[in-house]
């Protein structure tokens, strides 16, 4: 993996309802993320945190049964031109969310630089809502499906192209929570993914040996997008969303030491820490475990 690694934090918390979401990149550097990192030999710049617009009227209010469209939009342009430019000086993008909207941002500043990007989702949820299927008219639900270009025009166009991704060259991982709309258009795009049943039946080496030949085939860079309610609410209480019968944090260590071993992440974020509702920044303190592990630390 590449050394030279550059930290994008996006305070965003547009993406839903509940408040404390924007505070996740302090928390996720307060658990010692570039200490951990730097410990392993990483040149590591923190570029700081994208100014996120902040909504002038009320976040009931929507636009197209979407919230906080054209701040959400904004962020998100800023967001992509930031990890463009850090792409183009050849280093290695690690952003920190913020809710889950966040990686529309992330995939339209990555994708450009790829012909054939993969993309392991590793969350409870699909992402693959739109404007019509959302129940919630919440924007942290619709990313994955605005990268594919499917949704509002606005979203879709992001950094100026679309869409992002190919459907074929995504793999989520851990989904129990998904919408009827999402199922669908799962099933209509064939696109790949493991739920807990097959974790729970396969073990999670064989998936991530799966996932890890799958992407290999027919990709030129893969990007991780790591929402931390894919864990089980008892390892990562500090999510918007929790959904029991995750993942577990064994689990997600050995996940991610095949992710390493494979050298094949070219870019990464970690999103949905909220630190209001965590339990002494366990979550956190999760995340950046993680990191360590995705980033090469080992016993050995």
Known sequence: ?????????????????????????????????????????????DL???????????QEVKQDNLRNLDEITEGSKRLAS??????????????????????????????KH??????????????????????????HGMPLAVSLGIGHEKLTGIHGYEPKIKPENIVIIGAR?????????IKEKGIKVYTMHEVDRMGMTKVMEETIEYLQDH?????LSL??????????????????????????????????????ITSAEFVEVNPILDEKNKTASVAVGLMGSLFGESLK
Do not use: C
């Not at 305070?11 to 658990?31: E, F, K, N, W």
């Not at 969350?123 to 693959?128: E, N, P």
């Not at 929570?177 to 258009?185: A, H, Q």
């Not at 929402?227 to 991610?256: C, F, K, W």
């Open 1 to 45: 993996m590449n050394k030279q690694l550059s930290v994008i934090g996006v305070p965003m918390d547009l993406g839903q309802m509940r408040r404390g979401v924007d505070m996740g990149p302090s928390a996720i550097r307060y658990a010692g993320m570039i200490e951990r990192l730097e410990k392993l030999n990483y040149d590591i710049k």
């Open 48 to 58: 700081g945190d994208i100014e996120i617009p902040r909504p002038t009227y009320k």
């Open 82 to 111: 930031e990890v463009d430019e850090v792409i183009k000086g050849e280093r290695f993008p690690l952003v920190l969310g913020g809710d889950h909207s966040i990686a529309m941002g992330t995939l339209a500043g990555v994708a």
């Open 114 to 139: 790829y012909e054939n990007l993969g993309v392991i989702w590793y969350d409870a949820h699909g992402d693959l809502n739109t404007a019509d299927s959302s129940p919630s008219g919440n924007i």
């Open 177 to 185: 929570s998904l919408d009827e709309g999402e199922r669908v258009l």
């Open 219 to 223: 990709t030129d860079g893969v990007h």
């Open 227 to 264: 929402d931390l309610d894919g864990l089980d609410p008892n390892d990562a209480p500090g999510v918007g969303t929790p959904v029991i019968g995750g993942l577990s944090y064994r689990e997600s260590h050995l996940a991610m030491e095949m992710l390493h071993q494979s050298s094949m």
